[in-house]
Each structure stands twice: as C-alpha cells, then as structure tokens.
C-alpha cells in the first residue's frame, strides 16, 4: 500500500493538487479578514465546512480523474500484478492525506493571523478540535466525489459538489443532518465554534450549541467512509478497464 500511495503522489507531482492544498485554506483566511475580525475563527471556519470541503474534494477528486486519464485510464492493471481495489483504497487515502494537509494549513494561518486582528489568547483548543472534526467529517464524502470523477469527469465531480454544498447548507439545520454527509462538518461546527450553520453567532442555550451532536457526527463521518470505501471498491474491482 505504501508502493501505491508514492506512486500516487509522483502523479500528482506537476499538478494543481499541491498549490490547492495552500490556496483553499488561504482563500478562507482572506474572506474572513473581509469580515468582523472579532468572527475572525468562526467565519474562517464556517467557509472551510460550508464551501471548501464540497468543492475542495471535488476538484482533488476531479484532478485524479484526469490523471489516471492522461497515465492510461488504468490500464497498467492489465499488466501488472496490482490489485485494482488496493489502487482504489490507495486513492482515498491519499486524498484524505491532502485534505488534512490543507486543513493544517489552515490551522497555522489562523493561529499567526489572529493575534493580530483580535485582542486576547489565541483560541487553541477551537481551532484544534474545529480542524480534528473538520477533517475528519470531511472523509466520507471522497469515495462519492472519486466514484463520480471517475465515471464522469471533471464536470460530474463538481456537479456533485455543488450539489452537496447546497444539500449540506440546507440539511444541517434540519433533524435529519446525519443522513447527508455534506452536512457533517457545518453541523458540528455550531458546538465547536459556537457559530450557526448560517454562519451567526449562538447564544447560551440555543439547541444547535448541543455537544452531543459531535460523536454522532464523527461516527457517522467514519461509518459512511468505511462503507462508501468498501462499495465504491468493489465495484472499481470488477469495473472492465477500458
């Protein structure tokens, strides 16, 4: 597996993948400082969950897509001895790496940011556990967003992120959250940051600053990742490589 994931990384070595990691978390970062600095981490935060974790994905989904595309489509599989569902896994696991790598960007800007547009302490513990669920809700939506990059191209990939941006933005008010990946991270950012899924502060006793919501979310988050990995695998195991 170690193999599989290098030689992922060498595909991605001239591509946009590397200068996206750095300008998805920069880009948040300027769209805050547009904003009240005193919502400086909230409103960093609530960008990242609400646009950049749909759309993000979507194009590192895409991206691959179209590289496999320009390395043959898969066919070295006709040749070599490599299971196609340990290329697939490889994948994921890549793009999960990526991911965590931008949001550690993220995380290093907030923190050199902040003490100068707000007064005080930097918020340490908002900003590691907002990043930990952030990263972690955004796992299971990149088995779908490959799946769909791989049978449709660049244009369904970022079709379904769009769409899961609008369904996350309009699920995570509702009561059935959880059954809409896109959803995770917008939710359980409401406790975390104390921040409304509309991006408005919350005040004291308001129902969606409920802690409860973040292990349902970050068990649900890791249960559809192992079953969209294991489905979305299965079946690239047995697709024909054309």
Request: aromatic content about 10%; some cysteine.
């Amino acid at each position: 597996m170690i193999n599989i994931i290098e030689s992922e990384y060498i595909k991605y070595k001239r591509t946009f993948t590397r200068k996206l990691i750095i300008i998805a978390p920069i880009f948040c970062i300027l769209m805050a400082l547009c904003m009240p600095w005193k919502m400086f981490v909230q409103q960093a935060y609530s960008l990242w969950a609400v646009s950049i974790i749909p759309i993000g994905i979507a194009l590192f989904a895409a991206i691959a897509g179209m590289q496999e595309k320009k390395a043959g489509n898969y066919r070295n599989l006709l040749v070599h001895n490599i299971s196609p569902a340990r290329i697939w896994i490889g994948k994921i696991i890549v793009m999960s790496i990526n991911s965590l790598l931008s949001i550690i960007v993220l995380s290093v800007a907030t923190i050199i940011i902040f003490p100068i547009v707000n007064k005080g302490g930097i918020p340490w513990t908002k900003i590691l556990v907002g990043s930990s669920i952030m990263w972690l809700t955004s796992l299971a939506i990149i088995p779908l967003q490959l799946f769909v990059a791989t049978l449709s191209g660049i244009l369904g990939s970022m079709a379904l992120g769009f769409l899961g941006l609008i369904a996350g933005i309009f699920a995570s008010g509702k009561s059935y959250w959880m059954y809409v990946p896109w959803s995770y991270a917008t939710r359980l950012l409401c406790p975390t940051l104390d921040v409304g899924t509309n991006g408005v502060p919350l005040q004291a006793g308001d129902p969606f600053l409920n802690a409860s919501v973040i292990p349902v979310g970050i068990i649900a988050s890791i249960i559809s990742l192992v079953v969209f990995t294991c489905i979305t695998a299965l079946w690239f195991n047995k697709r024909e490589v054309r």
